[in-house]
């Protein structure tokens, strides 16, 4: 049966009856949730538990500005459920309950109620460092794992079409447009990162995409998981934290601090696998490319004002035109920056 959109209430009662994901008597509740920009994404409220969600990838992303991506990419998300599942530690990973390709769906379970979406935590100031750690860790682990099993899992995330449309473009390629002063900077990574082909990179690792249950994070949104470079997700998630000691300016300093925490716990994880001075220099580049394309490229971080989003592009932009021989140099060179122009602004 076709189902064209699944935030309709009646023909997603009539598809998961017809289908038998729900009994033919039974009358769930539907929620919408909100949060993503790239898909619908509906809770399926079951009476006697068996609660769902239900993802479908939308072509046209909710963004301000025109940004497309093929739906198919919903395949791609049920496979980091069901492979990501097999390499973590049991509840970090919702699991896979079905999927439908003809409709670009998947539905996973949902994650209990109560639970929090750690950007929001974050955002309202509450820096808990035990999931800092978590979130670290967790990434190393599926570097590490995904590393470990290559021969079996590379084959299947091995294309990058959607790291293409959804990250290099509207990340890199756009942000680059804006700034022609970073162009030979970005082109350059762009390159470079499309040679690498080291383990799994989830090409979403976020605190948006992050659920707190029980004090545990569980990870959700892989539609742009791929066979890649590691340092990606590393630039990617530091940038977030950077972001947040941004936004906070002057009580900042515990997002650094988080940043610091992360790379720590993440190389702990990884036991020595990725790491030594060209992987962390690929960290640091990712990390001013993503830190100049949270301002500058097609999605935005939303909190920081025009002034926020001005200093953290000078920073990133001063800082791609120098060396920094580790990720500790660079978190001590963003602290650096960032203090003195909150003590000029
Ligand atoms: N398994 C789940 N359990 C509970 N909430 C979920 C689940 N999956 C997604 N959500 C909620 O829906 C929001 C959007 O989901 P996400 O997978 O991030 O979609 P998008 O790809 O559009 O960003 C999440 O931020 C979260 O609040
Ligand atoms: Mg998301």
Not at 45 to 55: A, P, T
Request: glycine share 8%; aromatic share 8%.
């Amino acid at each position: 049966m076709r189902i064209c959109n699944i935030e309709e209430p009646e023909p997603l009662l009539e598809y998961l009856r017809t289908n038998g994901h729900v009994r033919s008597d039974e009358a769930p509740e539907f929620q919408k949730l909100s949060g993503g920009v790239s898909n619908r994404t509906v809770l399926v409220r079951r009476k006697g538990g068996g609660d769902l969600v239900i993802k479908q990838a939308l072509e046209k992303l909710r963004v301000a500005v025109d940004w497309r991506s093929d739906p198919c990419r919903s395949h791609r998300e049920a496979l980091g459920l069901k492979w990501l599942a097999r390499l973590t530690p049991a509840g970090r990973i919702p699991r896979l309950v079905f999927e439908d390709q003809e409709n670009h769906l998947l539905a996973m379970n949902a994650v209990p109620e109560p639970h929090t979406n750690w950007k929001t935590d974050l955002l309202g100031g509450d820096v808990n460092e035990a999931l800092v750690v978590q979130f670290g860790s967790l990434l190393g682990e599926i570097h590490r794992r995904a590393f470990e099993s290559r021969d079996v899992i590379a084959p299947i995330f091995e294309d990058r079409t959607y790291f293409r449309t959804l990250r290099l473009e509207p990340y890199y390629e756009f942000a680059a447009r804006r700034n022609p002063e970073a162009s030979g900077f970005i082109q350059t990574l762009m390159v470079e990162t499309d040679g690498i082909r080291e383990t799994l990179v989830h090409g979403d690792y976020s605190p948006k995409n992050t659920l707190v249950h029980e004090g545990s994070v569980v990870l959700l949104d892989h539609e742009v998981i791929h066979w890649g470079d590691p340092a990606f997700d590393l630039g990617f998630s530091i940038t977030h934290f950077v972001g947040k000691a941004n936004h906070f300016g002057c009580a900042g300093g515990r997002y650094l601090n988080a940043a610091r925490t992360h790379w720590t716990a993440y190389r702990g994880s990884v036991c020595g696998l990725f790491s030594g001075s060209e992987f962390e220099g690929r960290v640091v580049r990712h990390t001013l490319a993503c830190l100049l394309a949270r301002v500058d490229g097609r999605s935005p971080l939303e909190y920081l004002t025009a002034l926020k989003s001005d200093r953290q592009r000078r920073i990133a932009l001063d800082l791609m035109a120098r060396t920094h021989d580790s990720v500790e140099g660079l978190f001590d060179a963003l602290q650096f920056r960032l203090n003195q122009r909150l003590s000029c602004e």
